[in-house]
């Protein structure tokens, strides 16, 4: 049952979800994880108190949970980021006039610097840089990120949005988003990654990364484990180094 109704999302999946729900719980577990024990204690708090989920991480789908609510609908552009395929650096121009990613992780930092305790920016900065770090959130304007795409997935229709939203990861780990996200933090400790930069150097990333993707892609491209297998190691390491970078956001606004 539960593979079906993840190929279901995989086919019906939008530009407004990136990781999906297990790979975005995941992505802020092992981001939690990497915090300090004082930021650990701050974020525990908010979500007690915000009430709608049982931790932290469960909270990081909140920007996706309210997509069907007309009045976040101001939030939806800031998701992603789209380019044309000559691009190779995002700037901030890249942001449409309602805003991208980047102005998103941008504005919800500054809201944090005003407000510890405003849950929804905290929200919305773990979401975005979660994006952020999806390739498919960092792509063309022409395909809508990867949803135009046809390609079948273990014999189901889908599109290489979608197959990098829930595909892959469902594939590698079911709903498993807990155990998951331990495993990658501790990878991501023995890896020692940086987490300098900026937003637009991180999206960077994963402008090539989508680059590669679609150098790879053919219509109607029948994939199944072989594509998984391939890129199973890519996303974790997108995951990993993601975390990293947003433990580090959160230690500055909550850590000792």
Not at 64 to 75: A, P, Y
Request: proline share 1%; glycine share 8%; hydrophobic share 40%.
């Amino acid at each position: 049952m539960y593979r079906f109704i993840g190929l279901l999302l995989l086919a019906m999946s939008s530009q407004v979800h990136a990781w999906g729900f297990t790979g975005h719980k995941a992505f802020c577990q092992a981001a939690f994880d990497l915090t300090q024990p004082a930021t650990q204690q701050a974020l525990s708090a908010i979500a007690a108190k915000q009430g709608e989920y049982h931790s932290f991480a469960e909270a990081c789908t909140w920007a996706d949970d309210i997509k069907k609510d007309h009045q976040w609908d101001w939030s939806k552009h800031l998701h992603y980021v789209n380019v044309t395929h000559d691009d190779q650096q995002l700037t901030d121009s890249d942001c449409a006039a309602k805003g991208c990613v980047l102005s998103g992780i941008r504005d919800m930092q500054t809201r944090l610097q005003q407000d510890k305790q405003d849950w929804q920016a905290l929200f919305f900065l773990a979401h975005f840089v979660g994006d952020l770090h999806q390739p498919m959130h960092v792509s063309f304007a022409d395909d809508l990120g990867g949803n135009k795409t046809k390609v079948s997935f273990f014999g189901n229709p889908a599109n290489l949005h979608g197959i990098w939203d829930y595909g892959i990861i469902e594939h590698l780990v079911g709903d498993d988003w807990h155990g998951w996200g331990d495993k990658l933090a501790a990878n991501a400790k023995a890896q020692h990654y940086t987490a300098e930069g900026t937003a637009a150097q991180w999206g960077d990333e994963s402008l090539q990364l989508t680059q590669k993707i679609y150098a790879n892609y053919h219509e109607n491209a029948e994939l199944g484990q072989g594509y998984v297998s391939a890129n199973a190691l890519q996303i974790e390491q997108q995951i990993e180094h993601g975390a990293v970078r947003l433990a580090k956001l959160l230690d500055q606004l909550y850590g000792n």
